[in-house]
C-alpha cells in the first residue's frame, strides 16, 4: 500500500517533534516534509532541531531540509496532508491556504477550533462531527478542511467525560487541573518561575476549556453543532511536573450515577476507533485504576503510549450529588500530537483524506 | 513581666522545631522545657534534632536536656502550658495526663479534635469556641485543658471562608488542595515518590477536613457546639512544593455575593486576635492580591511570617452560583505551630490560662 | 534452545523490579522464581510489590508466588542461577550458601566486592577477572560462586575510563558525581532532604568507589588480583536527578594523550561482549558527544536501554596534565540491574555456567 | 549622619532587586534612583518590576519612577554612587560615563574586570587592590572609578581559599561546581531544561573563574597586578537548586597542610571588613561545619544573610597531595549584590568615595 505523504508543519517545537516520533514509522503515513519558521528553512533537520525527547530523533527525518510553510514547496514534495503545530497566529493565515489548496490540515492550533464549520475532533468522543468538514468544504468553497484538536486540558477531560456522558447525562461540572510544565512549550517557563511553587493561572485555558467543551459534546444538527448546555467552572494550575496533566472533576449527572457505575461504564468504553482497529487507538481509551493513590503523572502518563486516559478517585460527591475522580493524560500525546494522528486516520479510514 | 512557662512536647519533629523557633523570644512564654521520645531524653537538644528549618536553631535551646513527656518530670521544670507536636497516638495517652494535672494543652494532634467538649480553634474563626474549655474541665474533672489546631488544610480553607461565611453564609463547598511535601512530614515523602509526579490522595486527610470545618463553623449554644450544615466536598493532592498549601474552593453562598463583596469582605476582615493586638496576630489574617497569577507558594507562604492567608483569582463560579477563588497559607504556621501559638495567646489574654 | 531458569534474590525493590524488567523476555534466561523477604514469602509477586518503574509490571512475573530467600525452596523450582539484589547485610548470609550448593550468584550487593577470589565483574572492562571464579570455587569448596556487580558510581567511572587506561595508562584520577535519587533507593531519600538541594556525602560511597576502581582494574597474575596503582579521590554528591549518575573526571596518563586521541580511542572502543554479541551489550559501549552541553542526565541515560555511558566535554585539563571530561550512566541498569545481565550472559557464553 | 545618595542600574532584574533589599535601609547608603531600560523608564517602580524575592518589595522604593541610566538624569537627584546590575555589553558603554562624570560604579557585570586597571574585589580577599582604583582615575581621566564584582563562582571559590594561600599558599586548584539556577538569571534557564536534569556547562564560565581567580590572588606592584601563577582547572554545571552554589574543590598547597591546620585557619579567618565592623560584614565570612553532610545549599545560604561562605568535608586529598573539601556560597549575596555592597562599603570607610 503506498502511504499518504504528509508534512509537519512546525515540526522544530515540542508538539512537532511529537509528531515526528509518531509518525516516523506510521503505517499509512509518511513523512515526506518537515516545515518550519523561515529562519530554518534550508538546514537539514539535526542543524536546526534540539530534540527535546527522549531517545534519539529518528534516523529518517535527520537530513531532510526544513522547508518554508508554504503550499506550493510543500505540495512539489507530492503532500497530501499536514498536521500542524503551528503557533496560532501563523495558524490563522496559512493553514486555510493548506484547506484551499486541496490539502487537509489537523491542527493542534487554536485558531480555527470555535469556528462553526470546523470540528474539534477526539475520536473517540465526537467521530460524527467529522461530517462538519463536508459543510467547511462546501462552504469556504475549499478542496480540503482543517481538522483541530482541543485543548490539551480539555482533551483529557472530554475523554475521561464521554461514557458519563453517554450513560446518565452531565448537568453541571467543576474541574481544577494541574498542569505539566511541556504544556507551557520548551522555553514557556522559566525554572524559577515554577520551581518549589505553583502557578495557579493558565492565560485563557479557563475559557478555552469551558468552551471547547460545550463544542465538543454538542449534537450536530442539520451542519450545525448545538452546543451542549451544562453548567461548566474550570481553575487552571501550573505544577512541576514534567509530562501529564492531572485533573480533578466533579461532576453532576442528568441521571442518578453509582460510582461503581461510572467505573464500569468507563472501563468497558469503547468507540468508533477502537472498533476500526485505528494503529493509534488505545484498547482500553480509560484505564481505570483501583488503588487510593493513582493516577500519577510519573507512573500512569504513558499509558498505551500516551494515548489512554487514566482516571481513578471514583467516588460519590455530596455538594453536587454526582460523581467526583482524577483523570490524567499526556499532554502531548492525547492532548495534542497523538490525537492528531488518531484524527488523521479516522478521516482516512472514513475516506474524508 | 513574668512570662508563662512553657513546655514543648515532641520538640525534635518539624512542628516541634517550628514552636521552638516561634516561641523561643516570645513576649508572654518562656521555653523551659522540651521533651521527646525516650531515646532521645537525657541529651541536650542540639544532639538529638537535625535542625530542617533555614537559619541556626535558637541558641538559647540548643543546649536545653531533652526530657521525656511526663508530667511529673515537666513539672518539675515549672511548666504552667504545653504545646503538643506529639504523633496522634502518644498524644492520645499523654496529653489528658497533663490537662488532668493542670497544665493546659495546645495540641497540633489530632486526637481529640472530634471530642465534644474539645475546641479545634483559629483565634480569628472561632474564638468563642474557647469556652468550650470550661465544660470540659469540669465534664472531665480536670484541671487543665486541651485546645486543638484543625488539620493544616482546613486552617487555610477556614480562615479564608470566614469574612465569606460571617457576611453570605455558606450552604456548599467544594475544595481541592495541592499540598506541601512538608506537611507529610520530614521523612514522611520518598522524593522518588512526589517527584516529577502528584500523589492524589493524602490518607485520611479529605474526611479530616470536611468533619473539621462544619465543627469549627459550628455554633456553641448551651455548652454544645451545632455542626455547621453546609455540604462540603474535598480532593487533597500532594505536589512537589516545599511549604505552603494551595486550596482551589468554589463556594455557593445564601446570600448573593458578588466578586467585588467578598474581595472587599476578605479584605476588611479582622477579627479579636486583631482587636486585642496578639504578639502573633497578623495585622491582615487575609492578604487579597489582584494580580491574575497570585497566589503563589513560594511567592506568598511567608506573608506575616507565614500567618496570613493569601488569596486571588477571586470570581464567580457559574457552576455553583457562587465563588471560586484560590487560597494559600503555610501549612507548618498558619497550619500548625503558629495557629497554636496565636491560640495560647488568646488563652492567656481572655484568662484562661 | 531451553533457558536457563533464574530466580531473582530481593525480587521487590528498586534493583529487583530492573531484574525483572530485563530478564522477563530473556532470550538465555527465565525467571523461575522470584525471592523477598519473609514478610512477602506466599503471597503473589502482584500483591507485594509497588512497581516503581515507568510500564506496566510484566504480566509473566504478576501471579508468580513470592518465596523465601532460600536454597532448597529456590531449588525446587529448578533455578540454576540467581541475580541477586539483597541488602548487602542479608547477601552475606545467603548468597555463600547458593554458591556453595552449585548455584552461581550474579551479585549487586557489596558484601563480596572485596574479597581476594570474588571478581567485581564489568564485562567490557575486565572479562578477563571471571577466570577468579575457578579459584574461588576451588578454595572455598563451592560448585557455584559469586560473581559482583561495582558500585553504582564506579561502574560508570571504569567503563568510561577503560579505553584511556588501555592506550594511555592511567597515574592518577580525580572523580566529583552528581547521583540520582534513585541510587539510594526507593525509600532512601526523604523529598524534604534533598529537595532545593544537594547532599555532598553518602555514605562510604567515595571509599567503595575508591578501592573497587583499583580491583577492577587490577590485573589477574597467578590466581591474584595485584591491584591498579594509581591514585584516585573521590568526591560524592547526591543531587535532584531520578535516575542517572553524572561524574565529571580529571584524569592524568601515563603516556600524553590529546583530547581528540581519547575522543577517538572511547569511540571505537568494544571489548568482548560487543564481539560475542551479548544479547544486553550495548553496540556502543561508550557514546561520545560533540556538543558543549552534553551528556545530560535526562536526555542520555537511556542510551542504548541504559547500557552505554555517554560521555562528552573531552578537553585538556592543565592541573595533572592530562584530560578532564564528563561521564554519565544509568545508575540502574549498568550501574546495577543490566550490567549484572551482561556479566550472566558472558558467564553463560564462555560456559562458566 | 547624611547617607550617601546611589542609583541602582539595571534595578528590575534579579541581581538588581537584590540591591534594592540590601540597600533600602542601609546606614550608609541612601537609595534615590532606579534605573532600568527604555521599556521601563518614566513608570514607577512598582509597576514595572516583577518581586521574585520573597516578602514584599520594601515600600520606600514601590513609589520611584524608574530612570533611564543616563549620567545627567541621575545626577539631577543628587546620586553620587551607582551600583550596577547591568547587562555586561550595556555596562561596557554606560559605566564609564558615571566614572568617568565622577560617579564611582561598584558593579557586578563582568565588562570591565579584566581590564588591568580596575580591581575585581572581595573585600576579605584583595583589600588592597581597592588602590588600584588610583591608577584607573589617573590614566583615564576619570573623576570616578569602577570596581568590579568577580563572577559568583569565582566569589565563593576565592574567600574559602583566602586562608589557604595566606597560610600554605596555593600551587593547583581544580574546583567543580554545582550552580543555582538563580545564577542564569529569571528567564535564563527553561524549566523544561532543568528539570530532573543536570547541564554539564554554562557559557564561558570556566575562562571566567580561572582568569579571575588569578587577578584576584594577584600581587599589586607599582600599580600593576601580576597575577597569582597557582594552575587552576575547573568544570562548572547547572543543577536544579534555587540559591547558592556549592563547590567541590581540590587544592595543592605550597606548604604541607593537614585538614586541622586548614579548618583551623578557615575558622579563625578574619580580614579587614571584619576588623573595620562594615554594616554587612559577616562575622565570619568562612563558617566550617563537622557534620559529615554539610554544606547544603537549602540549609547553609543564607548563613549571615547570604554573606558567609560555608566550607565542611575539609580532608586531605591522595591525589594531589593537597587537600579537598566542599564550599557553598549565596550566588545573588556573596556571589553578587552582597559583596558590592560590601566593598562599597569598604571604599567608603577608606575615603575613597
Not at 53 to 70: C, F, N
Not at 265 to 288: E, G, T
Not at 311 to 336: C, F, M, Q, S, T
Request: net charge positive.
Amino acid at each position: 500500500m503506498d502511504r499518504i505523504k504528509v508534512a509537519i508543519l512546525g515540526a522544530t517545537g515540542l508538539v512537532g517533534q511529537h509528531f515526528v516520533k509518531l509518525l516516523h514509522k506510521h503505517p499509512w503515513f509518511e513523512i515526506v516534509a518537515l516545515s518550519s519558521s523561515p529562519l530554518s528553512a534550508g538546514k537539514i533537520y539535526r542543524k536546526v532541531v534540539k530534540w527535546y525527547i527522549s531517545g534519539e530523533m529518528p534516523e529518517e527525518v535527520a537530513d531532510i531540509e526544513v522547508l518554508r510553510t508554504d503550499v506550493d514547496v510543500l505540495r512539489k514534495e507530492g503532500v497530501e496532508l499536514v498536521f500542524s503545530a503551528l503557533p496560532s497566529k501563523i495558524a490563522r493565515e496559512v493553514e486555510p491556504r493548506f484547506a484551499s489548496a486541496g490539502i487537509p490540515v489537523i491542527s493542534d492550533a487554536s485558531a480555527f477550533r470555535m469556528e462553526q464549520d470546523v470540528p474539534i475532533l477526539i475520536p473517540e468522543v465526537n467521530y460524527d462531527h467529522l461530517k462538519l468538514t463536508k459543510l467547511q468544504m462546501r462552504r469556504r468553497g475549499w478542496r480540503g478542511f482543517i481538522i483541530t484538536n482541543p485543548n490539551c486540558t480539555a482533551a483529557v477531560l472530554a475523554l475521561s467525560l464521554k461514557p458519563i456522558f453517554d450513560e446518565f447525562g452531565i448537568k453541571e461540572l467543576i474541574m481544577v487541573s494541574m498542569q505539566a510544565i511541556s504544556g507551557a512549550g520548551y522555553k514557556g517557563l522559566p525554572s524559577m518561575a515554577i520551581f518549589d511553587n505553583i502557578i495557579p493561572y493558565i492565560p485563557e485555558e479557563e475559557e478555552k476549556v469551558e468552551r471547547e467543551m460545550l463544542k465538543m459534546f454538542g449534537r450536530l444538527h442539520e451542519g450545525v453543532i448545538r452546543r451542549a448546555e451544562f453548567r461548566i467552572s474550570c481553575s487552571c494550575n501550573r505544577v512541576l511536573v514534567y509530562n501529564g496533566h492531572t485533573e480533578v472533576v466533579f461532576v453532576k449527572t442528568d441521571r442518578k450515577a453509582h460510582a461503581d457505575d461510572v467505573k464500569k461504564a468507563m472501563r468497558r468504553f469503547k468507540s468508533l476507533p477502537q472498533n476500526l482497529n485505528l494503529p493509534s487507538a488505545p484498547s482500553r481509551p480509560i484505564v481505570v485504576r483501583d488503588e487510593m493513590d493513582r493516577p500519577q503523572p510519573r507512573l500512569d502518563r504513558n499509558e498505551y503510549g500516551g494515548m489512554s486516559v487514566v482516571v481513578g478517585r471514583i467516588r460519590e460527591d455530596p455538594v453536587l450529588e454526582g460523581i467526583k475522580y482524577v483523570a490524567l493524560g499526556h499532554n502531548l500525546i492525547r492532548g495534542a500530537a497523538g490525537n492528531a494522528v488518531l484524527s488523521a486516520e479516522l478521516a482516512y479510514r472514513m475516506s474524508y483524506i
